[in-house]
């Protein structure tokens, strides 16, 4: 299972940027799908889950600005940013929990996006 990514990039404070990250390879089922960031000399931190029902889970620190959504058919998952702001700057990675078989799961890490927000 292979996760690539795309969008990102360099942004105004205020600006909106999409990420994508699609699923290739030997899918049975994805479970759930999230997307992560990592600010230079920070741990790498949760910032939007969904989850196979849909449901989605975001920190506060992004809640009413980030949205994940999955396009199921094309198995991708997207995070919309809006309202960006100088402190979501860093590298956004997506993850997904993927079946490859009806007994086998596997977790996998995207390549990474930098995501650079000026003020």
């Known amino acids: 299972v292979q996760l690539v990514q795309s969008g990102g990039g360099l942004v105004q404070a205020g600006g909106s940027l999409r ?6 390879g030997s899918i049975f089922r994805i479970n759930a799908m999230a ?3 990592q600010a230079p000399g920070t741990q790498r931190e949760l910032v939007a889950n969904i989850r196979s029902d ?7 620190s992004v809640e009413d600005r980030f949205t994940i959504s999955r396009d199921n058919a094309k198995n ?3 995070l919309q940013m809006n309202n960006l702001k100088p402190e979501d700057t860093g590298v ?3 993850r997904g929990l993927i079946s490859t ?4 799961n596997s977790d996998n890490w995207g390549q990474g996006t930098q995501v650079t927000v000026s003020s």
């Open 19 to 24: 990420l994508s990250c699609s699923a290739s």
């Open 35 to 37: 997307w992560y960031r």
């Open 54 to 60: 849909d449901g989605t889970d975001y920190p506060y």
């Open 76 to 78: 991708t998952v997207y």
């Open 92 to 94: 956004y990675y997506c």
């Open 101 to 104: 078989t009806p007994e086998l």
